[in-house]
């Protein structure tokens, strides 16, 4: 069987359309239909109840007792649903009922998550304004930068997607705030093959949208802790080691007067074992051995003091000051090492 998870907050203009499309759009299969409503004022369980009747579908109303928040509501209709597959969608109808054929399809031919994708050839968002793109494509790039499972998925932070029950099956979930419990799925969930269907994200229907700028925040700190914080303390660790550095500086040359272009080298050194053996016990937690690692690590931030140099020597020609120029270099080869590091010296 499959079931559909429909998370709602005042969406009653919008649900008996919904279903009314779902039911067409399934017509022959088994399904049910599950809705989250977290008491809406608008009566959306009502309806919502009202129409599946009216429609002769099988629908489960789910009721809670007060905005519970998103993520929350769809991991709660997951638990609930009956289906061995198992759908989430909005019910403002930006996502259209007519794909969860094509979702469920890919289900049943192998996928244990089939993720309907903007980011794919095919798909695409429709009338939303420079900003809101900018901040989708933004989560995105950070989701997949960040976190490492997230990583082969085009459109990561989708919220309309089709997966085996078993995935989450016994799997601790538990949203990590904000709003994109695909991410949460993808870090966590049990699965091998994840597809993507393209799609275009629609107008809302009626209604506004629940989702304001406090929610970016929430989102960053759900991309950190999904990440294992791993991005920060690659950075604290990074900032001992300049500390170390500037120790070793002033140890070699101003107090033993060795020279300065040696106790630079010396000086380096230092940070990179300083930085490697913290970010392997500490970071990484990994059980690469001592001295293998630690020849490759030096391969991974080599990138890192290359790009830093390249950055801050183009952004001096074009005029901009030394200070900020080397701050956003520092910037960038973090970025560059942190990823090395993650993909190369730490893999698991
Ligand atoms: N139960 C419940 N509780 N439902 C909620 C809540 C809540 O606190 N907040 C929002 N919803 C429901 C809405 O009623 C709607 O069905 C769906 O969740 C999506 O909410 P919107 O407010 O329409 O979100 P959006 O259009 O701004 O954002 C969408 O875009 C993202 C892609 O960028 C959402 O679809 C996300 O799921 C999607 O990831
Ligand atoms: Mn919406």
């Known amino acids: 069987m499959i079931s559909v998870v429909l998370p709602t907050y005042n969406e009653a203009d919008n649900v008996p359309i919904v279903l009314a499309r779902l039911s067409d759009a399934l017509r022959g299969r088994e399904f049910e239909v599950v809705v989250v409503d977290d008491?809406?004022?608008?009566?959306?369980?009502?309806?919502?109840?009202?129409?599946?009747?009216?429609?002769?579908?099988?629908?489960?109303?789910?009721?809670?007792?007060g905005k519970l928040g998103l993520s929350s509501a769809?991991?709660?209709g997951i638990m609930h649903a009956r289906g061995d597959v198992v759908v989430v969608m909005d019910a403002d109808l930006q996502h259209p009922p007519e794909k969860?054929?094509?979702l469920v399809e890919a289900i049943f031919e192998g996928a244990d998550i089939a993720v309907a994708s903007r980011y794919v050839p095919g798909g695409r968002v429709e009338g939303w304004p420079l900003y809101r793109r900018l901040v989708s494509r933004g989560a995105v790039v950070l989701s997949r930068l960040l976190i490492d499972k997230a990583r082969p998925v085009r459109d990561p932070v989708s919220g309309f997607f089709a997966l085996r029950k078993d995935v989450v099956r016994g799997?601790?979930?538990?949203?990590?705030?904000?709003?994109?419990?695909?991410?949460?799925?993808?870090?966590?969930?049990?699965?091998?093959?994840?597809?993507?269907?393209?799609?275009?994200?629609?107008?809302?229907?009626?209604?506004?949208?629940?989702?304001?700028?406090g929610t970016i925040l929430g989102f960053v700190l759900q991309v950190l802790k999904l990440s294992g914080w791993r991005p920060l303390k690659f950075a604290?660790?990074?900032?001992?080691?300049?500390?170390?550095?500037?120790?070793?500086?002033?140890?070699?040359?101003?107090?033993?007067?060795?020279?300065?272009?040696?106790?630079?080298?010396i000086a380096v050194e230092t940070s990179i074992l300083n930085n490697y053996v913290l970010n392997r016990h500490w970071t990484f937690r990994s059980d690469v051995g001592f001295v293998e690692g630690y020849l490759k690590y030096h391969a991974a931030v080599a990138l890192g003091a290359v790009t830093n140099y390249a950055v801050y020597s183009a952004l001096v020609l074009l005029g901009i000051s030394?200070?900020?120029?080397?701050?956003?270099?520092?910037?960038?080869?973090?970025?560059?090492?942190?990823?090395?590091?993650?993909?190369?010296?730490?893999?698991?």
């Open 74 to 76: 769809i991991m709660h």
């Open 171 to 213: 799997v601790d979930i538990r949203p990590s705030g904000s709003y994109k419990v695909l991410l949460d799925i993808l870090a966590k969930g049990r699965y091998k093959r994840v597809v993507e269907v393209p799609y275009v994200f629609g107008h809302r229907y009626r209604g506004r949208s629940k989702l304001g700028v």
């Open 236 to 265: 604290a660790v990074g900032s001992t080691g300049v500390a170390v550095a500037m120790a070793v500086l002033y140890l070699a040359v101003d107090r033993l007067g060795i020279q300065p272009l040696l106790g630079g080298l």
């Open 322 to 348: 030394i200070y900020v120029s080397y701050i956003v270099g520092v910037a960038c080869g973090y970025l560059a090492n942190y990823l090395m590091s993650e993909a190369f010296v730490f893999k698991k």
């Open 39 to 65: 008491a809406s004022p608008d009566g959306t369980a009502t309806v919502a109840e009202r129409a599946a009747e009216n429609l002769g579908i099988r629908a489960v109303v789910i009721r809670r007792p």
């Open 100 to 102: 969860v054929p094509e």
